[in-house]
Protein backbone atom coordinates (compact mmCIF):
# COMPACT_ATOMS: atom_id res chain seq x y z
CA UNK A 1 0.00 0.00 0.00
CA UNK A 2 1.29 3.49 -0.73
CA UNK A 3 0.27 7.10 0.42
CA UNK A 4 0.65 10.49 -0.35
CA UNK A 5 -0.65 13.94 0.91
CA UNK A 6 -3.67 15.49 -1.04
CA UNK A 7 -4.91 18.94 0.17
CA UNK A 8 -6.84 19.90 -3.06
CA UNK A 9 -9.58 18.61 -4.75
CA UNK A 10 -8.07 16.10 -7.57
CA UNK A 11 -8.71 13.45 -9.87
CA UNK A 12 -7.75 10.47 -7.71
CA UNK A 13 -8.44 7.49 -9.70
CA UNK A 14 -7.21 9.04 -13.00
CA UNK A 15 -4.08 9.40 -10.43
CA UNK A 16 -4.21 6.09 -8.81
CA UNK A 17 -4.50 4.58 -12.32
CA UNK A 18 -1.53 6.70 -13.48
CA UNK A 19 0.68 4.46 -10.50
CA UNK A 20 -0.46 1.57 -11.82
CA UNK A 21 -3.87 0.88 -9.83
CA UNK A 22 -6.29 -1.94 -11.60
CA UNK A 23 -9.19 -1.59 -9.14
CA UNK A 24 -11.73 1.40 -7.46
CA UNK A 25 -11.82 -0.45 -4.36
CA UNK A 26 -8.04 -0.10 -3.71
CA UNK A 27 -8.61 3.52 -3.63
CA UNK A 28 -9.23 5.80 -0.40
CA UNK A 29 -9.07 9.29 0.65
CA UNK A 30 -9.40 10.47 3.91
CA UNK A 31 -9.54 14.38 3.79
CA UNK A 32 -5.53 14.50 3.81
CA UNK A 33 -4.06 11.52 1.92
CA UNK A 34 -4.57 9.18 -0.91
CA UNK A 35 -4.25 5.22 -0.34
CA UNK A 36 -3.47 2.99 -2.62
CA UNK A 37 -3.44 -0.27 -1.86
CA UNK A 38 -2.22 -2.06 -4.60
CA UNK A 39 0.66 0.24 -5.68
CA UNK A 40 3.99 0.86 -4.58
CA UNK A 41 5.08 4.36 -3.20
CA UNK A 42 7.36 5.49 -5.72
CA UNK A 43 4.65 5.20 -8.85
CA UNK A 44 2.28 6.71 -6.54
CA UNK A 45 4.30 9.72 -6.23
CA UNK A 46 5.64 10.22 -9.58
CA UNK A 47 2.08 9.76 -10.61
CA UNK A 48 1.04 12.70 -7.84
CA UNK A 49 3.26 14.77 -9.29
CA UNK A 50 2.90 14.17 -13.10
CA UNK A 51 -0.97 14.67 -12.48
CA UNK A 52 -2.05 17.54 -14.32
CA UNK A 53 -5.98 18.48 -13.18
CA UNK A 54 -6.73 20.67 -16.01
CA UNK A 55 -5.69 17.63 -18.43
CA UNK A 56 -9.09 15.75 -17.18
CA UNK A 57 -10.98 18.51 -18.79
CA UNK A 58 -8.94 18.72 -21.67
CA UNK A 59 -9.96 15.18 -21.83
CA UNK A 60 -13.79 15.95 -21.64
CA UNK A 61 -13.72 18.58 -23.63
CA UNK A 62 -11.98 16.52 -26.52
CA UNK A 63 -14.52 13.71 -26.04
CA UNK A 64 -17.16 16.73 -26.42
CA UNK A 65 -15.79 17.79 -29.60
CA UNK A 66 -15.99 14.35 -30.96
CA UNK A 67 -19.49 14.19 -29.91
CA UNK A 68 -20.79 17.01 -31.95
CA UNK A 69 -17.94 16.44 -35.14
CA UNK A 70 -19.98 12.82 -34.57
CA UNK A 71 -23.33 14.56 -34.78
CA UNK A 72 -22.46 17.04 -37.93
CA UNK A 73 -21.04 14.45 -39.59
CA UNK A 74 -24.25 11.91 -39.16
CA UNK A 75 -26.65 14.71 -39.77
CA UNK A 76 -27.07 14.33 -43.39
CA UNK A 77 -26.94 16.82 -46.35
CA UNK A 78 -28.92 18.59 -49.42
CA UNK A 79 -27.59 17.96 -52.66
CA UNK A 80 -30.10 19.23 -55.60
CA UNK A 81 -32.81 19.67 -52.74
CA UNK A 82 -32.21 15.25 -52.34
CA UNK A 83 -31.92 14.62 -48.54
CA UNK A 84 -29.45 12.30 -48.61
CA UNK A 85 -28.57 10.26 -44.76
CA UNK A 86 -24.98 10.46 -43.92
CA UNK A 87 -24.94 7.83 -41.09
CA UNK A 88 -22.03 5.45 -41.31
CA UNK A 89 -24.32 2.68 -43.26
CA UNK A 90 -25.90 5.08 -45.88
CA UNK A 91 -21.44 6.53 -46.81
CA UNK A 92 -20.83 2.95 -47.15
CA UNK A 93 -23.94 2.28 -49.28
CA UNK A 94 -23.06 5.25 -51.23
CA UNK A 95 -19.55 4.72 -51.58
CA UNK A 96 -19.81 1.18 -53.12
CA UNK A 97 -22.64 2.66 -55.75
CA UNK A 98 -20.06 5.32 -56.52
CA UNK A 99 -17.75 2.79 -57.32
CA UNK A 100 -20.14 0.96 -59.54
CA UNK A 101 -20.98 4.40 -61.24
CA UNK A 102 -17.09 4.70 -62.06
CA UNK A 103 -17.06 1.31 -63.89
CA UNK A 104 -20.47 1.65 -65.66
CA UNK A 105 -20.94 5.00 -66.77
CA UNK A 106 -24.67 3.29 -67.75
CA UNK A 107 -25.22 2.19 -64.36
CA UNK A 108 -28.64 4.01 -62.86
CA UNK A 109 -29.14 4.09 -59.25
CA UNK A 110 -32.42 3.73 -57.47
CA UNK A 111 -31.86 5.37 -54.05
CA UNK A 112 -34.08 5.27 -51.23
CA UNK A 113 -33.95 9.27 -50.33
CA UNK A 114 -36.17 10.73 -47.56
CA UNK A 115 -38.73 11.92 -49.35
CA UNK A 116 -39.05 8.23 -51.61
CA UNK A 117 -37.13 6.62 -54.18
CA UNK A 118 -35.21 8.19 -56.93
CA UNK A 119 -33.42 7.04 -59.71
CA UNK A 120 -29.61 8.70 -59.98
CA UNK A 121 -27.58 8.60 -63.44
CA UNK A 122 -23.67 7.12 -62.38
CA UNK A 123 -22.94 11.11 -63.12
CA UNK A 124 -25.57 12.08 -60.42
CA UNK A 125 -24.23 9.21 -57.96
CA UNK A 126 -20.84 10.35 -58.21
CA UNK A 127 -22.06 13.95 -57.47
CA UNK A 128 -23.56 12.41 -54.10
CA UNK A 129 -20.93 10.91 -53.06
CA UNK A 130 -18.56 13.56 -53.86
CA UNK A 131 -21.09 15.84 -51.82
CA UNK A 132 -20.90 13.15 -49.17
CA UNK A 133 -17.40 12.86 -48.80
CA UNK A 134 -16.86 16.79 -48.37
CA UNK A 135 -19.34 17.40 -45.70
CA UNK A 136 -17.37 14.31 -43.93
CA UNK A 137 -14.01 16.26 -44.65
CA UNK A 138 -15.31 19.89 -43.36
CA UNK A 139 -17.10 17.74 -40.07
CA UNK A 140 -12.85 16.70 -39.50
CA UNK A 141 -11.87 19.76 -40.23
CA UNK A 142 -13.72 21.76 -37.85
CA UNK A 143 -13.13 19.12 -35.41
CA UNK A 144 -9.69 19.80 -35.53
CA UNK A 145 -9.55 23.46 -35.01
CA UNK A 146 -11.02 23.07 -32.29
CA UNK A 147 -8.96 20.83 -31.02
CA UNK A 148 -6.10 23.18 -31.92
CA UNK A 149 -8.58 26.11 -29.83
CA UNK A 150 -8.16 23.78 -26.95
CA UNK A 151 -4.79 22.90 -27.39
CA UNK A 152 -3.59 26.47 -27.29
CA UNK A 153 -5.92 27.05 -24.39
CA UNK A 154 -8.65 29.44 -26.30
CA UNK A 155 -11.22 26.89 -26.46
CA UNK A 156 -14.73 27.64 -25.15
CA UNK A 157 -18.16 25.87 -24.94
CA UNK A 158 -19.58 28.53 -27.33
CA UNK A 159 -17.49 27.56 -30.10
CA UNK A 160 -18.77 23.80 -29.92
CA UNK A 161 -21.76 25.20 -31.89
CA UNK A 162 -19.84 27.45 -34.18
CA UNK A 163 -18.71 26.54 -37.98
CA UNK A 164 -20.34 23.26 -38.11
CA UNK A 165 -20.95 22.53 -42.23
CA UNK A 166 -24.69 23.09 -42.91
CA UNK A 167 -26.25 19.47 -44.01
Same mark, same amino acid.
Given at each position: ???????????????????????????????????????????????????????????????????????????????????????????????? @? %??? $?? *??? &???????? #?? !???????????????????????????? @? %??? $?? *??? &???????? #?? !?????
Amino acid at each position: MAKVPCTEVLNFVSIARQAGSTGDEAIRFDGEFLYVDDVEQAPLEAALLAYDPLADERDRSASRIAARRYMAEVGGISVNSMRINTDDRSKLLING @A %AVE $AM *LDP &GYVLRWKA #ED !GFVDLTAQQVIAVARAVRAHVQACFDRE @A %ALL $AE *LAA &GTFTEDLL #EE !GWPNG
